[in-house]
């Protein structure tokens, strides 16, 4: 079955229950990756109000980003909507890794090379913003690859407000899982782990 197939309303329901339970380990991740985004940038950035800025900002346009971008990019693979899904999970997974790893060695080289003071916490500021776009980005088009497989009918939307709340709910799980237990016996590594973990399951 492709994209372009019609959704069989019967097949469509079986499979509701547990995208919705998907999307809910999906905010659960995100939200987590947040967490540890904040504490990440803290450390890196040098100033509180800086590194809430950054990550509210990129957080949000990311997501927004996502969310406009992926109609086109779908259209243009003809890719079934939740193999995209799947897809952006995986990636979203890497990114998370990648991001815990990339952003301190750039700390230590811009530090280097351009030093101290306010000049250089926004320019470190600017290059952790650019590092966390890519993972935003497939968060936000996580939602629209699901909305387009669920048939465009009185349920169908009805479901779609059902996995925007499965969604939010997971999120905020994730912020008391990560703020709660993550972080306090743990540390940013294991937290991103886990969520990298969640990611890995949902897409599989």
Not at 9 to 31: H, K, N, Y
Not at 34 to 56: C, H, K, P
Request: hydrophobic share 55%; aromatic share 8%; proline share 5%.
């Amino acid at each position: 079955m492709t994209a372009k197939d019609p959704q069989k309303p019967g097949a469509e329901r079986r499979f509701l229950p547990f995208l919705l339970v998907l999307f809910a380990a999906s905010g659960c991740s995100a939200l987590i990756y947040e967490i540890v985004w904040y504490q990440l940038l803290q450390l890196v950035i040098g100033s509180t109000a800086v590194s809430l800025g950054v990550l509210l900002a990129t957080f949000m346009g990311g997501l927004c980003l996502g969310s406009l971008g992926l109609p086109r990019v779908a259209r243009a693979r003809e890719m079934h909507p939740l193999r995209v899904y799947a897809l952006l999970e995986l990636g979203i997974g890497a990114c998370g890794i990648l991001a815990l790893v990339v952003i301190p060695l750039l700390d230590r080289v811009y530090v280097a090379a351009v030093g101290h003071g306010m000049p250089a916490i926004l320019f470190r500021a600017l290059i952790c913003a650019i590092c966390l776009m890519p993972p935003t980005i497939l968060m936000g088009a996580s939602l629209p690859a699901a909305a387009r497989w669920v048939e465009s009918t009185q349920e169908g939307v009805s479901w779609l407000g059902l996995l925007y709340g499965g969604n939010t709910a997971g999120a905020v799980f994730g912020c008391l899982l990560a703020g709660f237990y993550l972080l306090r016996v743990f540390d940013l590594t294991v937290a991103t782990l886990v969520a990298a973990a969640i990611n890995a399951v949902v897409g599989l």
